[in-house]
């Protein structure tokens, strides 16, 4: 719904009303947006066009473009206006670039997804949906970590009518590939999600004020509130248990719960569940960090189906994104990657496969999802979903420079660039990065950009993604 402004907005924000607008871009589908301010202020409509200082936005409530400063800006939230159950399209990999932080905080990378183009020594090419292809220099890189998109079973959320509601009254939301809780009540939302024997389900969780989501898995029946089978993982707040339910035996506490002081002043994290349904065995990660491992000591796994509960608290908000489920091979993840590339003798790209095998050559492009390798011995073809990842040698002498227009795009599947603002309008923007130089991205490739990103006064009242 578009907001009108109000007449403290005005007097405050020192509004000048032009004669003319810029029409927007009409080469993509123009993006709703809403600007919120430090004061408390905000204003909806289409942005027209972005200068230093000074933003140009027309809301259809006013009859001529509004032009507001920028200086006090903190975010603008972006809603498409696509239709939100499109489903993206197929594609046998995806390619995840880290970049060098800006801020002495290791955790902060830029990120960069898509499909693996070209590797050569100085930089990597990779083909995005949201600003074609990005080489990026590889002096910038931490890591690139490729994942298989043929092994999965299910990704999403693609929609709310997927997904089966077990109240009447909303408690479970679609946005922006996402889903949220938010109902009166809390709630519970299912899916027969297709979980397999070796299985692993990895998404990223957000929470308000506190962490309180409940996973019922494997369950045999997902219209079911309470199914006859299942296996409930519970995570609230700093601690993590697992029981097992069945309709012979009952309410069994499993091995291995654990407290988890890594969510400690947190309020998001990518969670990775390796399930194991003939053995009874959880293996749970958060960050790329294994934090328990559950186990159940009579397991029955004929007794299991293969759906997916989550069951929210109303006090308690949490959204849901990037859910993936794929077959799992058995292996854990392992921090033996750079152990296993030293191994490597010789000159060449060194590349680590999901097999455990590592290989060095000369590489080149990807032609039909397979990169030549060319080895001191012979050439080999590898797929690119059979890759895990290749070695980077990157130092924090390589960090980008922090820019006075730089602003912080939040990618809608997760993640974010930092980006020197160029220019910005209804439906693209345009920044510059020191590890890939000047690109054009669409905008409805995000979910918010923050404005300001440097000011302590800003960031003191600064809250993530707005969900």
């Keep these: 719904m578009k907001t009108k402004p109000t007449r403290r907005f005005i007097s405050m924000m020192a509004v000048a009303c032009l004669g003319t607008a810029t029409s927007p871009a009409q080469d993509a589908a123009p993006m709703t947006t809403r600007l919120s301010f430090l004061n408390g202020d905000s204003f909806s409509g289409q942005i027209e066009n972005w200068k230093e200082g000074r933003i140009v936005v027309k809301n259809p409530s006013v009859k001529q473009s509004v032009d507001l400063r920028t200086d006090n800006l903190l975010k603008i939230d972006l809603q498409s206006s696509e239709s939100e ?10 390619a995840i670039i880290s970049i060098q932080h800006r801020f002495g905080n290791e955790q902060a990378h830029d990120q960069l997804k898509g499909q693996l183009v070209q590797v050569t020594d100085e930089s990597i090419t990779i083909d995005t949906d949201y600003a074609g292809e990005i080489t990026v220099d590889r002096k910038f890189i931490v890591n690139m970590e490729i994942t298989s998109q043929n092994s999965h079973i299910y990704s999403g959320p693609n929609s709310l009518e997927e997904w089966y509601q077990h109240d009447d009254d909303g408690s479970w939301n679609y946005k ?3 889903l949220i809780s938010g109902g009166t009540s809390g709630g519970q939302i299912s899916k027969d999600i297709g979980l397999d024997d ?14 309180n989501l409940k996973l019922l898995l494997y369950s045999d029946d997902f219209e079911s509130t309470r199914p006859s089978n299942y296996y409930e993982l519970v995570m609230r707040n700093s601690y993590i248990y697992m029981r097992k339910v ?10 291995g719960s654990t407290s988890v002081r890594q969510l400690s002043g947190m309020d998001t994290t990518y969670v990775e569940i390796f399930m ?5 065995t959880f293996e749970i990660y958060f960050d790329g960090e294994k934090i328990a491992e559950l186990s159940d000591r009579n397991a029955s796994p004929e007794n299991f189906g293969s759906a997916l509960h989550f069951l929210s608290d109303q006090r308690a908000p949490i959204r849901i994104r990037n859910l993936r489920l794929s077959r799992w091979s058995g292996r854990l993840p392992t921090n033996d990657d750079e152990n296993a590339f030293k191994k490597l003798k010789g000159e060449g790209q060194r590349i680590l496969l999901k097999n455990g095998d590592a290989i060095i ?11 030549k390798v060319e080895t001191k011995y012979t050439p080999i073809p590898i797929p690119v979903a059979a890759m895990r990842s290749i070695y980077m040698k990157s130092s924090d002498k390589h960090q980008p420079k922090k820019e006075p227009q730089d602003v912080k795009a939040y990618f809608k599947n997760g993640g974010w660039v930092i980006l020197k603002l160029i220019s910005l309008d209804a439906s693209k923007l345009t920044g510059y990065h020191q590890a890939f130089g000047e690109k054009t991205f669409s905008l409805d490739a995000f979910s918010q950009i923050e404005f300001n990103i440097y000011d302590p006064n800003m960031n003191a009242v600064r809250v993530g993604p707005s969900w």
Aim: aromatic share 6%.
């Design 85 to 94: 159950d499109s489903k993206p399209e197929k594609k046998d990999h995806e």
């Design 176 to 178: 922006n590939a996402s």
């Design 198 to 211: 070796l299985s692993h389900l990895s998404f990223y969780m957000d929470w308000k004020s506190s962490l």
């Design 246 to 255: 069945t309709s012979e035996d009952g309410s069994d506490p499993m091995d």
């Design 276 to 280: 194991n349904k003939k053995k009874g």
């Design 361 to 371: 050559g000369q590489l080149g492009k990807v032609q039909n999802g397979v990169l």
